[in-house]
């Protein structure tokens, strides 16, 4: 299964380019030549016409989409950010091979959210069905088709699932694990995030599943309809979705809109601070751009907020601007 893929993500994105710009050439040169033909008629001496352009611009089409889910796939699983070579064991050898897999996982997963009550408890049989995607989530287009699948409803209920019980089903011993199921994505300037966190080694069916959030929405193959789930998930879900794998800054912003909107902030911000510390970028946009939010998140007291502000806040991280507002903001709530 899979192979190993190198890529130049620098050099393939112009290679795209370049590819798109052979397709417009070819795109123009079609009706041209469709009109020449149609004006000679039985005098065209060619045999195929227009046919050959067509089945150009289709290649050309076709390696683009195949090269991008190549860099997007290869990005999501290299540990660390790096210019130039990148090499990484794929899971899958064709983007329709991902999506196939991750349509039968999909339907697994709904299978255990359904299956009666008597059967078992609900998170361990979700936790085992969700462990068919280890391994597997760092795919784009797999976590993506897995999503798609599922749903906004069905992934917002197995991951409630995942994280609302007290004992935390476990994966099965054979369920492989590899680096692209830690957190990914790190930003310029945030911690390597790639290590396994305790939440993560607490609820690992959560940690897969949050993964392949990540893994999709970072590459954009997340619909509007998925920004819903932060005001549709429980707290505790929130918080595992942005502590055990590296979302994006959206999704952390608006993951601590709705956590900080409630009428008692609990002990789920922790997981939420803790993310920032991970995306100090993010945390210092947060602190600059919500004065009345941050007011309530300083107020918690965290043991992890201290490092978190001191990673945002430090001299040269981020833009000056955005910095000197983030640090007002905070001063000016007590926090400095």
Same mark, same amino acid.
């Given at each position: 299964?899979?192979? $190993?893929?190198?890529? *130049? ?7 795209? %380019? %370049?590819?798109?710009?052979? !397709? @417009? ?17 039985? *005098? ?7 046919? @050959? $352009? ?11 989409? *195949?090269? !991008? ?13 790096? %210019? ?19 349509? +039968? ?6 299978? @255990?959210?359904? &299956? ?5 408890? &609900? ?19 797999? @976590? ?7 749903? #906004? *409803? ?14 935390? #089903?476990? $994966?099965?011993?054979?369920?492989? +694990? ?9 930003? +310029? ?20 599943? &949050? ?15 998925? +920004? ?6 429980? #707290?505790? &879900? ?18 601590? $809109?709705?956590?900080?909107?409630? #009428? ?24 600059? /751009?919500?004065? %009345? /939010?941050?007011?309530?998140?300083l107020a918690t007291g965290d043991p992890a907020l201290p490092a978190a502000l001191d990673e945002a806040l430090k001299p040269g991280a981020g833009a000056d601007g955005l910095r000197e507002r983030a640090w007002a903001n905070v001063r ?5």
């Amino acid at each position: 299964m899979g192979e $190993l893929v190198g890529i *130049d993500p620098r050099g393939a994105h112009d290679l795209i %380019r %370049r590819m798109e710009a052979v !397709k @417009a050439f070819l795109g123009r040169t079609r009706p041209g030549l469709d009109a020449a033909i149609a004006e000679a008629g039985q *005098d065209w001496a060619g045999r195929q016409g227009s046919t @050959a $352009l067509h089945r150009a611009w289709a290649f050309l089409h076709e390696a683009q989409h *195949d090269l !991008k889910w190549r860099i997007d796939t290869v990005e999501q699983l290299v540990p660390v950010r790096e %210019r130039g070579l990148l090499t990484a064991t794929f899971p899958f050898s064709a983007e329709s091979e991902a999506r196939h897999e991750a349509e +039968q996982a999909a339907a697994a997963i709904r299978g @255990a959210l359904d &299956a009666p009550s008597s059967s078992g408890p &609900a998170a361990t049989q979700v936790a085992q069905a969700v462990a068919a995607t280890a391994g597997k989530a760092g795919d784009p287009a797999y @976590a993506a088709a897995l999503l798609a699948a599922l749903g #906004p *409803d069905a992934f917002v209920h197995a991951l409630h699932a995942l994280t609302t019980t007290n004992d935390h #089903p476990t $994966l099965p011993p054979d369920t492989p +694990q590899d680096a692209s199921e830690a957190p990914t994505g790190t930003p +310029q300037g945030a911690a390597d995030t790639h290590s396994a966190t305790p939440e993560a080694t607490q609820s690992p069916g959560a940690a897969l599943l &949050a993964r392949a959030f990540a893994s999709a929405e970072r590459t954009g193959r997340l619909g509007d309809e998925w +920004q819903a789930v932060a005001e549709s998930a429980s #707290p505790q &879900a929130l918080s595992a979705l942005v502590s055990l794998a590296g979302q994006s800054g959206a999704v952390l912003h608006r993951v601590a $809109l709705a956590l900080l909107d409630r #009428p008692e902030p609990g002990t789920e911000l922790h997981g939420l601070i803790t993310a920032y510390a991970a995306n100090p970028l993010a945390f210092q946009q947060f602190l600059a /751009e919500h004065p %009345r /939010e941050t007011g309530t998140l300083l107020a918690t007291g965290d043991p992890a907020l201290p490092a978190a502000l001191d990673e945002a806040l430090k001299p040269g991280a981020g833009a000056d601007g955005l910095r000197e507002r983030a640090w007002a903001n905070v001063r000016s709530l007590g926090g400095g």
